[in-house]
Nanobody, 126 residues
Framework: QVQLVESGGGLVQAGGSLRLSCAAS????????MGWFRQTPGKEREFVSG????????NYADSVKGRFTISRDNAKNTVYLQMNSLKPEDTSIYYC???????????????????WGQGTQVTVSS
């Protein structure tokens, strides 16, 4: 099993920044692609960003491209999401995830991910 713990969420004014962290533990030996999703109550979970082991494959949702940056530190089994120029529509619960072991690209589909964190709340006020 892999356990994922997100941190870094909070309340920020529009235009501000937050950096989310996701630390993985447990059986992390075969981890490759990790990603971020977000979900607002009443709506489907939405892909935000993904990154493979080497960082050579990175993917962003169009809604966050140019504002968010995903990165990882494999020595720490940690993935980050730097969120800049935040907008009220970015308000959501953000979830970290690990993709299936056969995936080595920055997958964007929920079905391609296997392990999920508990989520961290991000609220952007206007």
């Amino acid at each position: 099993q892999v356990q994922l713990v997100e941190s870094g969420g909070g309340l920020v004014q529009a235009g501000g920044s937050l950096r989310l962290s996701c630390a993985a533990s447990g059986r992390t030996f075969s981890m490759d692609t990790m990603g971020w999703f977000r979900q607002t109550p009443g709506k489907e979970r939405e892909f935000v960003s993904g990154i493979n082991w080497s960082g050579g494959s990175i993917n962003y949702a169009d809604s966050v491209k140019g504002r968010f940056t995903i990165s990882r530190d494999n020595a720490k089994n940690t993935v980050y999401l730097q969120m800049n120029s935040l907008k009220p529509e970015d308000t959501s619960i953000y979830y970290c995830a690990v993709a299936r072991g056969d995936i080595s690209y920055a997958a964007s589909l929920q079905s391609e991910y296997f392990y999920w964190g508990q989520g961290t709340q991000v609220t952007v006020s206007s």
